[in-house]
């Protein structure tokens, strides 16, 4: 991902008053306001239908891009699915997609990690959450009707998904940081030898619900050790959280990032070795 990978709500509303109709008209209408500006609503349907979504917003839920088999819950949808979901809602590979949710961005960023795996390039989390749209702008029920599309599937430029065996590696490499997004009582039940703990959520400002300052992100990523010069190997339970600190560090330009899909999930059916402690 890009370094402006993390957008305000007006740099969205910008881009959807673009044609000139404004917010406003667009909340009556349902309609987006560009053609290739997707805004995608990750919230459940109940929500999206009943409390209202950004004019033109296409609802894609959390529960409709994860893994459905037992073996792999949350993991990635397979391209098939992904590509059906994403022609439903009328996206082409050359959208420009902004993703929200209500939930600070992690499954949003779900969202767009997913994407990204699958060679979507122009990528956007809005900053601040479904709260930083309605604090200042307009909402609608309207339902948008997009015209359905063949969403075609991609590889990314440069794919930072590792294996088990790429993880093992890290955790004997003085260069590479094992970073850990789960809270602190799970960590401390069990994590990969060697991890620091980084609670996603400390990345967050929970007044405005959207990141914290540059420079208050680089405090606390430097104080966990996660330095621009190391390899920064993400993991949580179903790669959820990672999404989201993945996104973070993708936009303070943090260019050697790895994504552990399978995480300890993975990890533990595997038999991983795990340490216990803070």
């Given at each position: 991902m890009h370094d402006s990978v993390v957008v305000s709500a007006d740099w969205l509303a910008e881009r959807l008053d673009a044609t000139g109709t404004g917010a406003a008209d667009d909340a009556a209408t349902g309609d987006a306001g560009t053609d290739d500006v997707t805004v995608v609503d990750v919230r459940?349907?109940?929500?999206?239908?009943?409390?209202?979504?950004?004019?033109?917003?296409?609802?894609?839920?959390?529960?409709?891009?994860?893994?459905?088999?037992?073996?792999?819950?949350?993991?990635?949808?397979?391209?098939?699915?992904?590509?059906?979901?994403?022609?439903?809602?009328?996206?082409?590979s050359d959208d420009t997609l902004v993703a929200y949710?209500?939930?600070?961005?992690?499954?949003?960023?779900?969202f767009l990690v997913t994407a990204e795996l699958y060679g979507h390039d122009d990528l956007r989390l809005l900053d601040g959450d479904f709260s930083a749209w309605t604090r200042e702008r307009a909402t609608t029920t309207a339902t948008p009707t997009p015209e359905p599309t063949t969403y075609e599937v991609g590889e990314p430029t440069d794919s930072p998904l590792v294996d088990r065996a790429a993880v093992e590696a890290a955790?004997?490499?003085?260069?590479?940081?094992?970073?850990?997004?789960?809270?602190?009582?799970?960590?401390?039940?069990?994590?990969?030898?060697?991890?620091?703990?980084?609670?996603?959520?400390?990345?967050?400002?929970?007044?405005?619900?959207?990141?914290?300052?540059?420079?208050?992100?680089?405090?606390?990523l430097d104080d966990h050790g996660?330095?621009?010069?190391?390899?920064?190997?993400?993991?949580c339970n179903t790669a959820r959280r990672i999404s989201h600190t993945y996104v973070v560090l993708s936009a303070l330009g943090y260019d050697d990032l790895a994504f552990y899909e399978g995480s300890l999930t993975e990890w533990t059916a595997a038999d991983g070795e795990l340490e216990t402690g803070p």
């Open positions: 459940d349907a109940w929500e999206y239908d009943g409390i209202g979504h950004v004019p033109g917003a296409v609802n894609v839920p959390f529960e409709t891009f994860r893994s459905g088999d037992a073996d792999d819950a949350g993991m990635l949808p397979g391209a098939e699915q992904w590509a059906d979901l994403l022609g439903e809602t009328g996206v082409t949710d209500d939930t600070h961005g992690v499954f949003a960023a779900r955790i004997d490499d003085a260069d590479a940081v094992l970073v850990d997004t789960r809270d602190a009582e799970e960590y401390t039940a069990g994590h990969l030898p060697g991890a620091v703990n980084l609670d996603w959520r400390e990345l967050v400002d929970d007044e405005t619900r959207g990141l914290k300052s540059r420079d208050g992100l680089r405090a606390i996660v330095t621009p010069d190391r390899r920064v190997v993400l993991y």
